[in-house]
Every structure is written in C-alpha cells, then in structure tokens.
C-alpha cells in the first residue's frame, strides 16, 4: 500500500505554523484599522447608537429570546441573537476599558474577524495533515 499513516508524517514546524499565526493577527489588524474612525451608518444607528437594549448584557438570555433587542425599528428586526449579544459584550468592555463605544465596536469586529481566521487556519491545517 502506498498510503501513508499520519503517525509517519512529518509535522509541520511549529516555528512556522506562529509566523502564520502572527500575520493573520497583524494582517487584518492592518486593513481594518481605518475603521477605528468611522461613524455610524445605515442601520447600525437603529441597531447599535439607539438601541438602548445593548447598555445591559445581563440577563444574556434575552438576546436569545427577545427578538425586540436587536434594532428600535420593528421592520428591521431579525432574529439574529449572536448579533445584538456580542454588540452588548462591545459596548460593556469598551465602557470597562475607557474607550469610546463606537470604536469599542470596531475593535470588536476587528478581533472577532482575525479569531475566525485562526480558527479557520488551524482547522485547514488539521483536515490536510490527515488527508
């Protein structure tokens, strides 16, 4: 059989697997960082600067059952949980740290992007080895 075992192949140098680790941290950071500025637009007025529902991230749940928490505007209003639960989590820690909410937003944004391609690059990594 000429197939190899994952047991007898060589695995990938950990040296460069945190180089590619440190550019799609630094990479993203870079082109997203003229976001910093930006303002409020379109229906991130009626779903983030308005929507008084974000100033509290405590009961969590009700990002998950209320459907009213994710924008002032009825017609507008999805129920998208993930979204107005982690613009809550934005705001909160951006009024921990000191800094303003907006920009705490597009930090937010900023990191949650720069996770998924981690995580992405780790779990293309995992299927090729063992293919």
Not at 51 to 77: K, M, Y
């Amino acid at each position: 059989m000429s197939s190899i075992t994952p047991s007898l192949q060589q695995p990938r140098p950990r040296f460069r697997t945190w180089l590619h680790i440190v550019v799609l941290i630094v990479l993203p950071a870079v082109v997203f960082s003229n976001t910093l500025r930006n303002d409020y637009h379109l229906d991130s007025i009626y779903r983030i600067k308005d929507n008084t529902e974000l100033d509290c991230v405590w009961p969590p749940w009700r990002f998950f059952t209320d459907v009213r928490t994710g924008s002032t505007i009825p017609q507008i209003t999805a129920f998208r949980p993930m979204m107005p639960f982690s613009h809550a989590l934005d705001i909160g820690l951006s009024e921990a740290v000191g800094i303003d909410r907006l920009t705490g937003f597009h930090i937010g944004n900023i990191v949650i992007h720069v996770a998924t391609s981690i995580l992405l690059y780790l779990l293309f990594g995992k299927l090729l080895i063992y293919s």
